[in-house]
């Protein structure tokens, strides 16, 4: 059986409403998504156990990323839990 999938938008079709304004911009950088100064966290603290991270991703990275998680039956955020934890798994065993 196959898991439950929302419908979304088809990739590279416009979103919003016709009329809404958006801004499109080259690279990351320029919209303002710049690496982390030496010295500042990364993690955005929400509680005593969990953090924020942000995330960029290219587009086609994204949607393989989602398209993967959702044949697995996971959401995006769940395989990548899945994948970090494996990942540090993995390290502490080969130290």
């Not at 911009?25 to 010295?39: D, I, W, Y």
């Amino acid at each position: 059986m196959k898991p439950f999938r929302p419908s979304r938008p088809s990739r590279g079709a416009p979103r919003g409403l016709p009329g809404d304004s958006a801004v499109i911009t080259a690279s990351p950088v320029t919209a303002g998504f710049l690496a982390p100064r030496p010295g500042t966290r990364e993690i955005t603290p929400l509680d005593n156990e969990v953090v924020e991270l942000a995330l960029l991703l290219p587009r086609w990275q994204a949607e393989a990323l989602e398209d993967a998680a959702h044949a697995r039956g996971l959401t995006a955020g769940q395989l990548l839990r899945k994948l970090v934890g494996a990942t540090l798994k993995d390290s502490k065993a080969g130290n």
